[in-house]
T-cell receptor, first 116, second 118 residues
Framework: AQSVTQLDSHVSVSEGTPVLLRCNYS??????LFWYVQHPNKGLQLLLK??????LVKGINGFEAEFKKSETSFHLTKPSAHMSDAAEYFC??????????????FGKGTKLSVKP | GAVVSQHPSWVICKSGTSVKIECRSL??????MFWYRQFPKQSLMLMAT?????????EQGVEKDKFLINHASLTLSTLTVTSAHPEDSSFYIC??????????????FGPGTRLLVL
């Protein structure tokens, strides 16, 4: 079965410093992977997605993620954090079992805090 | 592109009443829509998958008579919480797939509806 683990429930960085949000996945198939961001009391916004076309995926707002099959990881990075990046981030993998073909499996989320 | 709206954004109702939440895909036709529930400080929990013109598929443990889902058109799905009780209070989020987008599993989310049942 597919699963996704976000290794940190909370990450705190200073404005202008790099951001690293870690995600490991488990899948018997070649997965599609996503990162979504959720600001307080808002819906989820798609940051980026991996589809096997390229291992380094560029998303919106300066975020990137690299798919590493050998490490089963899909970590999210940004060179320089901005105050507006403070939010909850979800790593997501596609499900391929039973009747759940193509549904999404969400990680528990990582809360990113950005200090001035 | 790929904008999903929800209405209302928040609703307060009395226990025992029913509440309808609408989810619309504004700039694409969505053959499949999803309804999620999110508890405070938790991840999203899939409630049901809604396919246009057919019955919704509910996840295990979700009462289909409690949470009625209708997907009558390619741009609209509705979730009706029937005989709402305080334990139904939650943040409900819908999403939709754009069949033209790859990977096909990509979902676009609405802004959510906060339901408070008194």
């Amino acid at each position: 079965a597919q699963s996704v683990t976000q290794l940190d429930s909370h990450v705190s960085v200073s404005e202008g410093t790099p951001v690293l949000l870690r995600c490991n996945y488990s899948s018997s198939y070649s997965p599609s992977l996503f990162w979504y961001v959720q600001h307080p009391n808002k819906g989820l916004q798609l940051l980026l997605k991996y589809t096997s076309a390229a291992t380094l995926v560029k998303g919106i707002n300066g975020f990137e993620a690299e798919f590493k099959k050998s490490e089963t990881s899909f970590h999210l990075t940004k060179p320089s954090a901005h105050m507006s990046d403070a939010a909850e981030y979800f790593c997501v993998v596609t499900a391929y079992y039973g009747g759940s073909q193509g549904n999404l499996i969400f990680g528990k989320g990582t809360k990113l805090s950005v200090k001035p | 592109g790929a904008v999903v709206s929800q209405h209302p954004s928040w609703v307060i109702c009395k226990s025992g009443t029913s509440v309808k939440i609408e989810c619309r895909s504004l700039d694409f036709q969505a053959t499949t829509m999803f309804w999620y529930r999110q508890f405070p400080k938790q991840s999203l929990m899939l409630m049901a998958t809604s396919n246009e013109g057919s019955k919704a598929t509910y996840e295990q443990g979700v009462e289909k008579d409690k949470f009625l889902i209708n997907h009558a058109s390619l741009t609209l799905s509705t979730l009706t919480v029937t005989s709402a009780h305080p334990e139904d209070s939650s943040f409900y989020i819908c999403s939709a797939r754009d069949p033209e987008v790859r990977p096909k599993e990509t979902q676009y989310f609405g802004p959510g509806t906060r339901l408070l049942v008194l």
